[in-house]
């Protein structure tokens, strides 16, 4: 349960599954007339279903805001046990609107309405049926496709055997330091500064990704992460996020200050 669960945070997207939510249920209750609805008149449908398509949507969209504060408070990640969770309570919430729709709009006043275990077997569940496997897929959909959206915007960074890389966004790469025959690849992850050593040279990442500046010829640095300048003993540095200093050799010093300070201006 602990598992990643494909996610959109986007509020239009699912703004876009409440839309198409609302359209089912009425589009269901209309032509399919389970209980009472076939006792309506033409203007009644007219009336009451599309209230029912609403209240749908209505339940699904009022836990937006917490979906998306679970969602900033796990680093925007998405569990498999968080889906259920919304599930299980967008479908209750769905049971409780749609009994309380029933007593008090549409046979508000009226003799006999349906007892709870008869409306919930009937009506209520079958409806439940037909609807939850809109939402699921909706936002099993959703979130593959911004999955692979996101996914093709990060940069590979290869190694030297078939299983050796690292997929990451430019951005979360803070610097790579060369290590003989290898490369110290050091980047954010969940806001926590990781390291992952890969069987490459330093020039060959400097060459497949010129937007790294090189500093040292053991160094290369993402100018995003820059924060200031550093002088100890007639030598240079720059500091970047999570406090990393990266020195800067005379050869590369010129066109370090150049490229940094024009980021920064």
Known sequence: MNRSYPFDPSIKNHSLIAVSLALWIFIFLYFTEPLDVHEFNNLEKLIYLPLYGFLGAFCYLL???????????????????????????FTLLGIIAARLFYLYVVVLGQPNPYTLSYHLTKLILPALATILPIVILGRFAFGKYRG????????????????????????????????????????????????????????????????????????????HHFLQWKTEKSKHFVILCHHLVVPISRTYQNDVKAILNSATE
């Open 63 to 89: 836990f937006l805001p917490l979906q998306y504060l679970l969602y900033k408070k796990n680093l925007q990640n998405w569990f498999l046990k968080t889906e259920v969770l919304f599930l299980i309570t």
């Open 148 to 223: 692979k959206k996101t996914e093709a915007q990060k940069i590979e960074i290869k190694g030297a055997g078939n299983y050796e890389g690292l997929r990451l966004f430019f951005n979360d790469v803070i610097c790579i330091q060369s290590s003989d025959n290898y490369i110290e690849v050091f980047y954010v992850a969940n806001q926590e500064l990781k390291k992952t050593v890969i069987r490459n040279r330093l020039s060959v990442i400097a060459d497949e990704f010129p937007e790294f500046i090189r500093t040292h010829r053991s160094y290369l640095i993402n100018p």
